[in-house]
C-alpha cells in the first residue's frame, strides 16, 4: 500500500530541509553512532530517517568533515530498504570537497527481535566509486558489499553484536571487516555503547589493515527522535587520528 499524501508531504518537507547539507554516507545502515551493522530492521511501512556528521582530525595534520543522509523504510516485516546519500570535505590546503556519492542497501533479518531475543540477518550493499579510501574513508558504500549481522541480548540491559562483510571496490582494493559492540541501556531513554571495528585489505601488498574504535551514547527526546554523540580513534600499531560523531535519527 502506497503512503497516503500526508505522509508524502511529511517525507518531501524532510528531505528538502536537509538535502543541501548531506554529503557523507554512512557505513551501512548500524544504529547511531554504531558503524557495527545490527540485525533489526525498520518497522514495516514505516520511515527512519539519519542525519549525521563526523570531524575527524589526522596526526599527519589534515582534517576532515562530513555529513550524511540516510532514510530507510521497512518494505516488509523481515525487509528493510535504504538509501543514502553523502561526502565529505577535507582540510589539507584549505577545505575542499572530497567525495559525493549515493549508496543503496537491503537487509533481510531471518529470525529473533533486536533487542528482545537472539536475532540473524543478512545485508547487500552498493554505490559510486567516487573516491580512493583515507582515514576515516574506507570506501564502504563505494563498491558491492555483502555480510551477515547478529545480535544477543544479555544480562543486566546489556546488548551484544556482531557484524562481518566484505566488500568488493571498484576504485580501490577490496576490504573484509569484522566489528563488534557491545550497548547498555542505562536508563530507558539513554543507551551507551562502545565498538571496536578491524579492517583487512588482503590482496594488499603486505595486507594493510586498520582498527578503531569508539565510546558513544544515545539519547531519546521523544518516542520517535533519538540524539547521539561519540568519539573514536584509529590506527595501525599506532593510533593514526581521532574524530567526533554527532547525529539525530527520526522514525515516522
Not at 547487500?124 to 579510501?133: D, M, N
Request: proline share 5%; with cysteine; charged share 15%.
Amino acid at each position: 500500500m502506497n503512503p497516503g499524501p500526508h505522509r508524502r508531504r511529511r517525507l518531501m518537507t524532510v528531505l528538502a530541509v536537509v538535502a543541501g547539507y548531506l554529503s557523507y554516507v554512512q557505513p551501512a545502515q548500524a544504529g547511531r553512532p554504531l558503524e557495527t551493522e545490527d540485525p533489526g530492521t525498520t518497522e514495516h511501512r514505516s520511515f527512519e530517517v539519519e542525519l549525521g556528521g563526523k570531524a575527524t582530525h589526522a596526526v599527519s595534520d589534515w582534517g576532515g568533515a562530513d555529513l550524511g543522509l540516510n532514510l530507510a523504510y521497512g518494505l516488509f516485516e523481515t525487509v528493510e530498504v535504504a538509501a543514502s546519500v553523502g561526502g565529505t570535505a577535507l582540510d589539507q590546503e584549505g577545505w575542499k570537497p572530497d567525495v559525493l556519492a549515493l549508496a543503496l542497501f537491503a537487509k533481510w533479518r531471518l529470525f529473533g527481535e533486536e533487542g528482545t531475543s537472539p536475532a540473524l540477518a543478512l545485508f547487500v550493499s552498493g554505490g559510486l566509486p567516487t573516491h580512493a579510501p583515507h582515514l576515516w574513508l574506507h570506501g564502504r558504500g563505494y563498491g558491492l558489499a555483502g555480510g551477515a549481522a547478529f545480535s544477543m541480548p544479555l544480562p543486566l540491559d546489556l546488548l551484544a553484536r556482531v557484524a562481518a562483510l566484505y566488500q568488493v571496490q571498484f576504485d580501490e582494493m577490496d576490504l573484509a571487516v569484522g566489528s563488534m559492540a557491545l550497548e547498555w541501556q542505562a536508563t530507558g531513554s539513554l543507551a551507551l555503547v562502545c565498538e571496536a571495528v578491524a579492517e583487512l585489505a588482503p590482496s594488499s601488498a603486505g595486507e594493510s589493515w586498520a582498527v578503531r574504535g569508539l565510546l558513544g551514547a544515545a539519547v531519546a527526546v521523544h518516542s520517535a527522535v533519538s540524539l547521539d554523540v561519540g568519539i573514536g580513534v584509529e590506527g595501525d600499531e599506532d593510533i593514526q587520528g581521532v574524530a567526533g560523531v554527532v547525529g539525530v535519527t527520526l522514525g515516522f
